[in-house]
Structures are given as C-alpha cells and as structure tokens.
C-alpha cells in the first residue's frame, strides 16, 4: 500500500498569500495518478488538480500542481477567502487507492 | 450535468449488513470507461477508498476491506449499490460514491455524502 504523507497538517495564511502543500509517497506513484482535493466542512471533496499538473474542468488557473515520482506540491499561487479549507492527496493507480491525512489551511 | 446521490439508513446495529445505493445522472455506466466508487470518511479523519465498478463490471476493492464488500450495478436503473457486512462502531462514517472516467482524470464528481452510524 502506498501511504501519503502531506505537510504541513496545518497552515495559518492571510488571503492574498502564496501558498504550497506537499505530498511524498513511501513509493513512486505510477505515471503520475496524483489527484488533489479541497474539502469544506460538511462537503464532499471537490477535485482540483489530477494527473499531477491538470486543472480538473472549472478550476481557477491560482491553483496548480506539480511533482513526480514520490514528491508532489499542490500550489495556490494567492489565497482567497474560498480557498480556506483541507485539502488531500490522492494515489488512483495502485491497489488499494489511498489518502493523505490533510492539510488545513485556515485564517491567520 | 453529472449528478450522484447517496441512500441508505443513518443507522445501523453491530453486525449488520449496511446497504447504500448510489443513484446518478447525466451520465451512462454502459458508456466505455466510466466507473462509479466509493469512498468514506470517519468524522474528523482522512478518506478511504473502498470500492469501484466500471462500464464492462470489472469490479476492485481495498483489499483491507474486500471480504466484508460486494459492489454491483444497475445500468437501467444509473445506479449502483455497495453492501458491508458485519458493520462495527469502527465503520461510522459519511459514505460518498463518486464518478471517474478511465485514464489520468481521477474522482471528478461526488455525491453529498450519507452519514452512517453504527451502535447498538
């Protein structure tokens, strides 16, 4: 099984701030079937970036994601008072597909 | 526009068998490569993957999980529906079912969730 691990689990920013969250896998993930979502209390999680670096379909062009291998960053380039949530990581190509435990980004 | 939506009881009693169904719009399980899974989350803990099925029935579990999961499909019905036996305490969770496409797109679109309790 491959364990994600994000850093830091929480992140005290101010709107308007540059901010970027890591993922590292005990094992390279395969072609790059990273996926990252963003969750808001009491939602369900909302995909933001897949295949590592592709914006999923109505995502703002402030949030990107790069990495390979057993490193991958999900960058918000300046936050705004929606982008305040968890966010995860994801593995889709090996069994079992597993999660990171989450990053928080709350208000400073 | 794609749509998922969970059913199923709030509550359910130590070794029982939790049924949920996933009822979905906008979208055809006959279609080549689509896939619907499901995915649960303790209250205040990460998410855990527990099962997909695709288009063509090919079906995968989390191996962690797989003897206690049957996942099955209705395609004229757009639905698909997720049993767990022996449920525990330890099970307590929303339940999501989400919609994937094969290939690099991962879980692109996710029902509201279905929170699940389980105590005597």
């Known amino acids: 099984e491959i364990v994600l691990t994000q850093s830091p689990g929480t992140l005290s920013l101010s709107p308007g701030e540059r901010v970027s969250l890591s993922c590292r896998a005990s094992?390279?993930?395969?072609?790059?079937?990273l996926a990252w979502y963003q969750q808001k209390p009491g939602l369900a999680p909302r995909l933001l970036i897949y295949?590592?670096?592709s914006r999923a379909t109505g995502i703002p062009d402030r949030f990107s994601g790069s990495g390979s291998g057993t490193d991958f960053t999900l960058t918000i380039s300046r936050l705004e008072p929606e982008d305040f949530a968890v966010y995860y990581c994801?593995?889709?190509?090996?069994?079992?597909?597993?999660f990171g435990q989450g990053t928080k980004v709350e208000v400073k | 526009q794609i749509t998922l939506k969970e059913s199923g009881p709030t509550l359910v009693k130590p070794t029982q068998t939790l049924t949920l169904a996933c009822t979905f719009s906008g979208f055809s399980l006959s279609t080549s490569g689509v896939g619907v899974g499901w995915i649960r989350q303790p209250p205040g803990k990460t998410l855990e993957w527990l099962a997909i099925?695709?288009?063509?029935?090919?079906?995968r579990y989390n191996p962690s999980l797989q003897s206690r999961l049957t996942i099955t499909k209705d395609t004229s019905q757009n639905q698909v529906v997720l049993t767990m036996t022996n449920m525990d305490p330890v099970d307590t969770a929303t339940y999501f079912c989400?919609?994937?496409?094969?290939?690099?797109?991962?879980?692109?679109?996710w029902g509201q969730g279905t929170l699940v309790t389980v105590s005597s």
């Open positions: 989400a919609h994937r496409t094969v290939g690099k797109t991962a879980l692109d679109y």
């Open positions: 994801q593995q889709y190509h090996s069994s079992p597909w597993t």
């Open positions: 099925i695709y288009w063509d029935d090919d079906k």
């Open positions: 295949g590592a670096s």
């Open positions: 094992q390279s993930v395969t072609s790059g079937y």
